[in-house]
């Protein structure tokens, strides 16, 4: 019988990460590529001290009281829209994310999918495959020019602050929106903040990059979406749930914006024979904006530490709720189970 607090690890991580669990806990990990199902997540959970977990599984209060002994939550990603933190708090478990790490890969792969899809890039590499390229042609796939054009970006955190200076290289006009304004941000990137319906109306190119909440669920709908320039582009590495779907398939089918380009999707993964998937001017990845090595390893070191850092009593790096941490430190009770 080991020693060691027993954590549980909701999927296999890039080897940086695994060797730091190992060596401090005694893991219960879920090797399958699919996710567990709430009834397993619960098995893998139970008799745990902490978890490391992905977006796909979701730590609610049930989960929670279910497992009042679970004490650390180190989701791997930036978000954490699977937990529920207002109810970890409530109980005095801590909730880490692994923000910073994945800023620039993500930033540059938003940047990657407004080339592709303003340039028609996936659609010119189908028309080889099928066979359809028989001479140069005057009009071919023509698309739209990223140079000179203005860019909005909605969320100006640290992803889209980077992607704002990326764009930069292109003299790019970028406008921004959020409901937290970082002027100081805004001036080092070249940026102009303004209200959403303007970024709508004048963007070439709308890339969002907001948390997923209850005010950004769907917060790109019908309207908005008719709002937008027919020749705009739509990026979304943010959450899929912030664009209503539906609503996307029949703006792209009508010609209300010129394209979409996605890493995330509403439902996530989106089906084989989803309208969307089919459709000529869209673009949709399987939420691989972070998927570069060097920060998947980092990703999974900081969760990892994190987890560390939470079950020893020290303040986690991507500590989410630093209201426990504290509560804890001021009432004078330890954390440490190591």
């Known amino acids: ?8 690890v909701t999927r296999v991580i890039p080897q940086a990460g695994m060797d730091l669990v190992n060596e401090h806990f005694d893991v219960r990990l879920w090797e399958d590529e699919l996710p567990p199902s709430p009834e397993e997540l619960a098995k893998l959970l139970h008799g745990a001290v902490g978890a490391l977990t992905l977006l796909t599984d979701t730590i609610d209060g049930e989960v929670l009281d279910r497992e009042p002994q679970l004490r650390v939550v180190s989701n791997f990603a930036v978000g954490y829209d699977n937990v529920d933190v207002p109810a970890a708090t409530e109980r005095g478990v801590i909730v880490c994310n692994t923000p910073g790490v994945l800023t620039e ?13 303003a340039r028609r890039i996936v659609e010119g590499v189908d028309y080889v495959r099928a066979g359809k390229w028989q001479t140069w042609g005057p009009t071919l796939l023509m698309g739209q020019d990223v140079g000179g054009a203005t860019l909005g970006i909605v969320g100006f955190g640290r992803i889209g602050q980077a992607l704002a200076k990326m764009a930069s290289g292109f003299d790019m006009k970028i406008l921004a929106y959020d409901t937290y304004k970082n002027e100081e941000a805004a001036s080092e990137a070249g940026a102009t903040y ?16 907001v948390a997923l909440t209850e005010e950004t669920h769907h917060l790109i709908g019908a309207d908005e979406l008719k709002a937008m320039k027919s020749t705009a582009v739509l990026i979304n590495a943010a959450r899929g749930p912030v664009v209503d779907t539906d609503a996307l398939v029949a703006a792209l089918k009508d010609g209300e914006i010129f394209a979409a380009a996605l890493d995330v999707t509403e ?5 084989a024979d989803h309208p969307l998937v089919s459709l000529p001017n869209a673009i949709v990845v399987p939420h691989i904006a972070s998927a570069s090595v060097s920060t998947r390893n980092k990703m999974a070191a900081l969760a990892a530490n994190n987890l560390v850092a939470g079950l020893n009593g020290d303040r986690p790096e991507g500590l989410v709720n630093s209201d426990v941490f504290d509560r804890a430190r001021r009432q004078g009770v330890s954390a440490k189970w190591l």
């Open 105 to 117: 890969t993500t930033a540059e792969f938003a940047f990657a999918l407004l080339m592709a899809a």
């Open 267 to 271: 439902p996530e993964p989106l089906p």
């Open 1 to 8: 019988m080991s020693d060691k607090p027993l954590v549980a």
């Open 194 to 209: 303004v209200e959403l319906d303007e970024l709508l109306h004048q963007s070439d190119f709308v890339s969002l990059h």
